[in-house]
């Protein structure tokens, strides 16, 4: 599945955070430009962050997968049981358009994923958040989940 933002939606958060007021700001600034320049495309905004951030792609990743398809299935497990950013999210749907509650939803995000050792920065939080809200947050936590019948019996 390839999720992209439509231009419109990249303007929109452009808009959104366009005085920066703190070093999230500064990030969620970068990830949106860095969406602006491949048009919306989440999967190369992330893979562009990640490499100039974190590192090489392939070290993160196991051979021959997508570091994006890894990186969401290791948070899956994580921010799906999680109460406080399932709120926030809900709270941000709620209210699209709200710097404050986008910004929450971000840190939260770093937050969980720095808990539990996935390396992600508020630039690189900004791509997986959208992707969250672009598809929905139930669609994101059953999406890719294996079915019952895939799981080895124990």
């Known amino acids: 599945m390839n999720t992209q933002l439509s231009i419109t939606e990249v303007q929109q958060l452009q808009q959104l955070f366009q005085a920066p007021d703190s070093s999230e700001i500064n990030e969620i600034q970068t990830a949106i430009a860095t969406l602006a320049k491949y048009e919306g495309e989440l999967e190369a905004s992330f893979d562009e962050l990640w490499s100039t951030r974190v590192g090489d792609l392939e070290t993160y990743a196991p051979k021959g997968q997508s570091l994006w398809k890894v990186t969401l299935q290791v948070l899956r497990r994580e921010i799906c049981e ?14 699209p358009g709200s710097a404050p509650l986008l910004t929450g939803a971000i840190v939260s995000l770093v937050t969980i994923a720095t808990a539990h050792g996935v390396p992600i920065d508020p630039a690189i939080a900004t791509i997986i958040v959208l992707y969250i809200l672009k598809i929905g947050l139930n669609i994101f936590c059953e999406y890719t989940e294996p079915s019952k019948s895939q799981n080895p019996p124990a």
């Open 82 to 95: 999680d109460d406080g950013f399932r709120g926030k999210v809900k709270e941000y749907t709620k209210n």
